[in-house]
């Protein structure tokens, strides 16, 4: 089961779990559940046969078996209807199906994996998805956080989109300016990835020069953003020391002596804060 919100990669994340496994060579399919209308849902995953239905001229494989030896990657999964996942939960207590109107078992052998941005405990708890199934679905939880929680991320893929849009639409846009660096680690990117796509993806286009400034982003620079929530000042403190380190470490393009020089103190001090601010992904970088 992958947690996260709207955005973050589910399918990404699923992708690759798929390619890293010994069933790579198999098929891998997708299925957004909240993209198909609830009648359909059945036949879509499970398939039909002829005659099932106003319709059905003729026989068809579903989701699960067409990902048979494969994976079946099932996103939005909390958006199954709650008299589907009875049938769900059989599937995956005994591996095989039913097509809809035929009567004959069919094994099937696939790794399911599911994502979800909703709170299925909550939804267990309004009834509204099945107890038993959850505990299924959630055996092995893979959460991943929002794109505002990954600072080490953020600058990285930005970079990568950067290179990927200039060369798709032949731009001369390079590189990005340190204020649009600061805006980029400073916005809160309430829809995480795919927001930072399409910003990057105008920016590249619009640039009228090498260098991407904030408003190509339609971002604002650092200091015309609010300033932290919190009042308590080690918080303040804590929130302002952790953005300076970081943004001096990418002007340092990620050398650890010239981070230390920018933001003038020693390299022992630098580690110091490093690991009291727990930024693994720096430490581990050096």
Not at 20 to 38: C, D, G, Q, V
Not at 147 to 163: G, V
Request: include cysteine.
């Amino acid at each position: 089961m992958i947690n996260g919100e709207s955005g973050t990669g589910n399918q990404l994340v699923a992708t690759a779990l798929h390619q890293h496994r010994l069933r790579r060579e198999k098929p891998f399919i997708a299925l957004n559940m909240a993209a198909i209308p609830k009648d359909l849902l059945e036949s879509e995953l499970f398939g039909h046969e002829k005659g099932a239905f106003t319709g059905a001229a003729s026989r068809r494989q579903g989701r699960f078996e067409q990902a048979d030896g494969g994976t079946l990657f099932l996103d939005e999964i909390g958006d199954m209807p709650i008299g589907l996942q009875a049938k769900m939960l059989r599937f995956l207590q005994e591996r095989v199906i039913e097509r809809v109107g035929g009567r004959n078992e069919i094994p099937v052998d696939i790794r399911v994996i599911c994502a979800t941005h909703r709170d299925l405990q909550a939804m267990v708890a309004q009834e509204t998805f099945r107890e038993d199934l959850y505990y299924r679905v959630g055996e092995m939880p893979i959460m991943i956080p929002p794109l505002r929680e990954r600072d080490q991320d953020i600058i990285l893929l930005a970079r990568t989109f950067l290179n990927i849009y200039r060369e798709e639409f032949k731009a001369k846009a390079k590189s990005f300016s340190e204020t649009a660096v600061n805006a980029m680690l400073a916005h809160k990117w309430a829809g995480n990835i795919r927001e930072m796509q399409n910003k990057l993806k105008s920016a590249v286009i619009m640039a009228e020069g090498t260098v991407i400034q904030p408003d190509d982003l339609g971002l604002m620079p650092v200091d015309a953003h609010d300033e932290p929530e919190t009042l308590n000042l080690r918080e303040v403190r804590e929130i302002a020391e952790s953005r300076a380190i970081r943004r001096a470490y990418q002007k340092a393009d990620k050398n650890m002596s010239k981070t230390a020089e920018l933001l003038g103190v020693t390299r022992p001090t630098l580690y110091s804060l490093i690991d009291k601010y727990h930024m693994e992904d720096i430490k581990n970088s050096d």
